[in-house]
């Protein structure tokens, strides 16, 4: 009966990897989260999210930022590229994390994102929070404000910590 158990698991754990690697190869075909920005199925739901937005930073606007890798993530039924970019020279100063919507998988129907404003320098005694300001672009829902918080507080260890 054990050996039975273990094949299951074992079983189960390939088919799991089995499904997971392809969408993690495909997903890597898109680079870096900045250049997401300029790809013909996402710059109109980006372009979309950033229309009509007020001062944004000349950086944000001309698509010049500091970027890293996305991560894509399915959850119910719903696929979402996260990722995040800054002001070159100057990342701790002026982030943003955006979220795209996929509908397929070369094409999102949505995006959001949230610029994180942080004044430096600051005292080290309060966390980054208390000298952060946020803006939300796209009228996110509290899912994908609490998807792009998730993000900001994995990029920045002392955002709800004093150093």
Same mark, same amino acid.
């Given at each position: 009966?054990?050996? %039975?158990v273990?094949?299951? %698991?074992?079983?189960?754990?390939?088919v799991?990897?089995?499904?997971?690697?392809?969408?993690?190869?495909?997903?890597?075909?898109?680079?870096?989260?900045?250049?997401?920005?300029?790809?013909?199925?996402?710059?109109?739901?980006?372009?979309?999210?950033?229309?009509?937005?007020?001062?944004?930073?000349?950086?944000?606007?001309?698509?010049?930022?500091?970027?890293?890798?996305?991560?894509?993530?399915? *959850?119910?039924?719903? *696929?979402?590229?996260?990722?995040?970019?800054?002001?070159?020279?100057?990342?701790?100063?002026?982030?943003?994390?955006?979220?795209?919507?996929?509908?397929?998988?070369?094409?999102?129907?949505?995006?959001?994102?949230?610029?994180?404003?942080?004044?430096?320098?600051?005292?080290?005694?309060?966390?980054?929070?208390?000298?952060?300001?946020?803006?939300?672009?796209?009228?996110?829902?509290?899912?994908?404000?609490?998807?792009?918080?998730?993000?900001?507080r994995?990029?920045?260890?002392?955002?709800?910590?004093?150093?």
């Amino acid at each position: 009966m054990r050996r %039975i158990v273990e094949f299951l %698991i074992l079983a189960i754990a390939i088919v799991a990897i089995a499904l997971a690697v392809p969408t993690l190869i495909h997903a890597s075909e898109y680079g870096i989260f900045l250049e997401l920005t300029h790809k013909p199925g996402f710059q109109p739901a980006w372009d979309a999210m950033l229309r009509g937005e007020p001062t944004l930073p000349a950086w944000l606007r001309g698509g010049q930022g500091t970027s890293s890798e996305y991560t894509a993530r399915a *959850t119910d039924g719903q *696929t979402y590229i996260t990722g995040d970019m800054c002001k070159p020279h100057d990342c701790p100063a002026q982030q943003i994390f955006g979220a795209f919507r996929m509908d397929t998988p070369e094409h999102a129907n949505a995006a959001w994102a949230v610029l994180v404003e942080v004044h430096y320098p600051h005292p080290t005694d309060r966390p980054a929070s208390a000298y952060a300001k946020l803006r939300w672009l796209g009228h996110p829902d509290e899912y994908i404000k609490a998807l792009l918080m998730k993000n900001v507080r994995r990029a920045n260890p002392d955002w709800d910590h004093a150093s």
